[in-house]
């Protein structure tokens, strides 16, 4: 690649990749292009611009899709099946219906907040998401609220245990690397997470879902909207159901912990069970039973159900995995290596230096466990020499940065998306704005808390 006016490999590299991302936006926003073929061409156009090799680049882009819907495809199928019986069963009716009694209708959207804190710590966040996607559309209809006001607060809860509370891959990955003590990073991760949920969450959402009017796409709404069912399931075996996937990847990740050497012959057993592909289709084989058939459908009804379910998200695989192929270029072109390289060369406080290599790495690459793991590495040996540091809370730094900032490089962002119907400029303005709150209010209360431990 030839270096721009002079200037170094790693600037002309960050130039290019904030001209790809500008027209990649202005592509899909302004021209309408298909975002699945903007991703595409996108990624092209960066590793070309960076001087990879043709055949380097085709395999990057492959890899980056292939890798990314290789769990991700499994996972929103099962997903869905697993939504569509909640649906038509009443299972999200009776969730809904529980919830808006319990707390009341104007305060629902507190109660959605600690259903995605409470679901998102055993399940990636994309599970959590098609987990609880029925019960967002159901208890918005029911309750005559905007869409966003209820949303938001499940999606900030999902997504803080995402990024701050172990057992999730990325705060294990940095606790592994800065060799801290997993007890205490789970008591500062909640002491740090609840109030960084609530103020991204149901505060935020009320504030944006008056501003910014979203209607759901009609198929997504209709599958997963209330049907005419006679008598709704109880409370106990929908929940059972819905958070059935939730409790197998628990009991592998509890045996992970307990038993690291798997000396015990049951962890790799639970291990198994508790992969959230294989947690998800034991799970959705459950729900055709306790959703089904105890609730008087016929094979032939859940054959139906189950197969009309996925043609709404096979668009949604398809960007999903062209943002995969975007994220993979930029981490194989070495723009991840640049942005590294400017943030060692600046001497900050610990805890900031952290945050801000996740943060950048984050904005580059688009994905949280990338940021998190790729950051673990360039600050350890940075604080190996430093002193007087609180190890855990370099590790929740590093997983608030890695939260910041999700735009179109990331398969979240598309992800959320076209579940909830809104355009990019939308997405921006409320998924990009609670991530980037979460991040940064993350990092306050951090900053807060290093003070007193």
Known sequence: MESLFGLSHDS?????????????????????????????????????????EYQTLIKSITGGLGGTLGTIAIVIGLGTMLGKMMAESGGAERIANTLVDRFGEKRVHWAMMLVGFVVGIPVFFEVGVILLIPVVFMVARKTKMPLLQIGIPILAGLSTVHGLVPPHPAPMIA??????????????????????????????????????????????????????????????????????????????????????????????????????VIALLIAAVFSFFSLGFARGFKKEDISRFTNECLAPTATIILIIGGGGAFKQVLIDSGVGGAIAAVATQSHVNIILFAWLVAA????????????MTTAAGIVAPVLAVSTGVNIELVVLATGAGSLVLSHVNDAGFWMIKEFFGMS???????????????SVVGLIFIMILSVFV
Do not use: C
């Not at 997405?427 to 709150?437: A, C, N, R, S």
């Open 424 to 438: 990019v400029v939308q997405t921006l303005k409320t998924w990009t704005v609670m991530e980037t709150l979460l």
């Open 360 to 371: 950048l790495i984050r904005v580059a690459t688009g994905s949280a466990t990338v940021a």
């Open 175 to 276: 606790i592994g690397a800065y060799d801290a003590n997993l007890g205490k990073t789970i008591l500062y991760s909640i002491l740090v997470g609840l109030p960084t949920a609530i103020i991204a969450g149901p505060l935020f959402g009320k504030f944006i879902g008056k501003r910014i009017q979203v209607t759901p796409p009609a198929e997504l709404a209709e599958q997963f909207a209330a049907k005419s069912v006679r008598d709704l399931p109880g409370f106990g075996i929908t929940l059972l159901t819905i958070l059935f996937p939730v409790i197998l990847m628990l009991i592998g990740s509890v045996a992970d912990i307990l038993d690291p050497e798997a000396v015990n012959s049951f962890t790799p057993f639970a291990k198994f069970i508790g992969h959230e």
């Open 12 to 52: 002309t590299l960050l130039i290019w990749t904030l001209l790809v991302i500008v027209v990649l936006v202005m592509l899909i926003a302004k021209y309408k292009w298909n975002p699945f073929v903007t991703l595409l061409v996108s990624a092209l156009a960066l590793g070309l611009l960076a001087g990879m």
